[in-house]
């Protein structure tokens, strides 16, 4: 049987979403722009990661960091236009979770 080569891109993707929490945290964003501590306590994860995992993710431009002047400074995190282009894609994993994913182990 002849194999077949994976495209790098969609590669790249993949690695992209499957590292820890990533896929979650911008499930989590599509809700809409959210400060730190809000992702911190709707993951369950802790601060560290949290920052590691949204520097990556601003990196691939897929999440933005805006900060907005006041006292004390807010600062948001929210899903690029890039970052909003996976939503169908993670809400067709969420559909056929819905059907074919048993959440009891």
């Known amino acids: 049987m002849e ?11 993949l690695k992209m979403l499957n590292h820890r929490w990533n896929t979650l945290l911008i499930y ?3 809700e809409g722009p959210q400060r730190f501590s809000i992702i911190k306590n709707q993951l369950n ?4 990661v949290l920052t590691e995992r949204l520097k990556e993710l601003e990196i691939e431009q897929i999440v ?3 900060v907005i ?3 004390p400074v807010v600062i948001e ?4 236009e890039k970052g909003h282009a996976l ?11 819905s059907l074919w994913v048993d959440t009891e182990e």
Not at 3 to 13: L, S, V, W
């Open 69 to 71: 002047p006041s006292t």
């Open 28 to 30: 989590q964003l599509l």
């Open 64 to 66: 933005t960091r805006t």
């Open 3 to 13: 194999q077949k080569n994976i495209c790098p891109r969609f590669e790249k993707a």
């Open 77 to 80: 995190y929210g899903l690029t």
């Open 45 to 48: 994860i802790s601060s560290r």
């Open 87 to 97: 939503a169908p894609v993670l809400k067709a994993v969420e559909q056929w979770s």
